[in-house]
């Protein structure tokens, strides 16, 4: 007999990212090849992204995919999130003409609120929510928040596809596989303060400053490069990243399922408990390993040099600013 279905809420499902992601879901990818899915596709209630929802949604029948039970497609978020078992928060509103990254901020913090309150009342019980929707670590806090009586260990943020970028930039650097790279820790916020952490990197086993030995390269190009990966994306193609980030949404959720191999870690950006001197509370990227029960673990006693301390610092500041921006949506 197969298994019973499990329920996944995506919001801005009518997006470039969703549009990626949702026939990887269907098919399999992001729970596995025997998981039944149905899906909760949630957007504005715009016209135009209802018709496009409604486009996306006949993509998805016309694709016969054997494992996808059910769709509903919805602009009511109680509608949306009743009994979901993962919230995938990839809708939110794009940055404007002349707007700072300050207004996004506040602007998009309310849409949080309400889905954080939606996801309280109407999701399952254990309900695992994933944000992507930028600035994810923000939207991220404000959505646990508001769900208050949904464990705070079931919220993250997406920076794993900051860590696909930087294993890929070290792989090339040192002319392996992008799979010879692992242990490799975005620390802190998805943005340009991010640090990618080359030091406790490993490449076919070997520390990456061994196995790159450019230190300048490292201190420069490499972080340089993994921060403004997304502005250097859109600057190319007119749009942002798009399958890239739906791909590492895939891994996110897979790997929060399963258990992480021995000597792996995976970004994720969680609530901190105050390890590594980041203040408790703030949705914060880390080294994290799952145990296969839905349980993750911060990696703990990480070597932090006074290079990596300083970048994490910024890091965590800014984090600590946009909460200082959003405070009175923490409810
Ligand atoms: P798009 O503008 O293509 O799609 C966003 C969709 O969200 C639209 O269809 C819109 O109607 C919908 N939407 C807006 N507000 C909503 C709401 N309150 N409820 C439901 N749906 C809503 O953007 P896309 O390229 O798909 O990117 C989505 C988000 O991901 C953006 O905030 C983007 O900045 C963020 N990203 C985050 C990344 C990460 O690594 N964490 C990387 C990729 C991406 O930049």
């Known amino acids: ?14 997006g470039q990212i969703g549009y990626a992601l949702l026939p990887r879901i269907a098919s399999g990818q992001m729970f ?5 899915v149905a899906l909760n596709l949630i957007e504005i209630p715009a016209e135009k992204a209802m018709a496009a929802l409604q486009g ?19 602009s009511d978020i ?12 990839v809708g939110s509103k794009p940055r404007g003409p002349g707007m700072e990254r300050n207004d996004l901020i506040t602007e998009n913090g309310s849409i949080f609120v309400g889905q954080g309150k939606a996801i309280n009342a109407h999701a399952a019980k254990d309900c695992r929510t994933v944000v992507v929707g930028n600035p994810c670590n923000t939207n991220c806090l404000i959505a646990m928040h508001n769900a208050p009586d949904v464990p705070q260990a079931n919220f993250s943020a997406m920076t794993r596809l900051d860590e696909n970028r930087a294993k890929a930039q070290l792989a090339g650097k040192a002319g392996s596989h992008h799979t010879d790279v692992t242990t490799m820790t975005i620390w802190g916020n ?30 420069g190009d490499f972080i340089k490069t993994v921060q403004q990966r997304g502005a250097a994306i859109i600057k190319a193609r007119g749009l942002s990243s798009a399958f ?11 790997d929060l399922r399963t258990p992480t191999p021995a000597g792996e870690t995976h970004s994720v950006a969680v609530c901190s408990d105050g390890s590594y001197g980041v203040p408790a509370g ?17 990696v703990p006693d990480l070597p932090i040099s006074d290079f990596a301390r300083q970048r994490i610092d910024a890091s965590v500041a800014e984090l600590q600013q946009e909460r200082s921006l959003i405070e009175k949506l923490l409810g």
């Open 78 to 89: 109680a509608t949306g999130f009743k009994d979901c078992d993962w919230a995938l928060l």
């Open 190 to 219: 998805h943005s340009a303060t991010q640090y990618p952490d080359f030091e406790n990197a490993k490449i076919g086993g070997r520390p990456g400053r061994e196995a790159i030995d450019d230190r300048d390269w490292l201190e």
């Open 56 to 74: 996306v949604a006949m993509e998805l029948e016309d694709c016969s995919f054997p494992l996808l039970h059910e769709m509903v497609l919805t």
């Open 282 to 298: 703030l949705i914060s990227s880390f080294p994290v390993t799952a145990d296969g029960s839905g349980q993750w673990t911060i």
């Open 1 to 14: 007999m197969s298994k019973p279905a499990i329920r996944v809420a995506v919001t801005g499902a009518a």
């Open 32 to 36: 596995g090849p025997d998981q039944p």
């Open 244 to 254: 890239s980030a739906a791909n590492a949404l895939i891994d996110h959720v897979r």
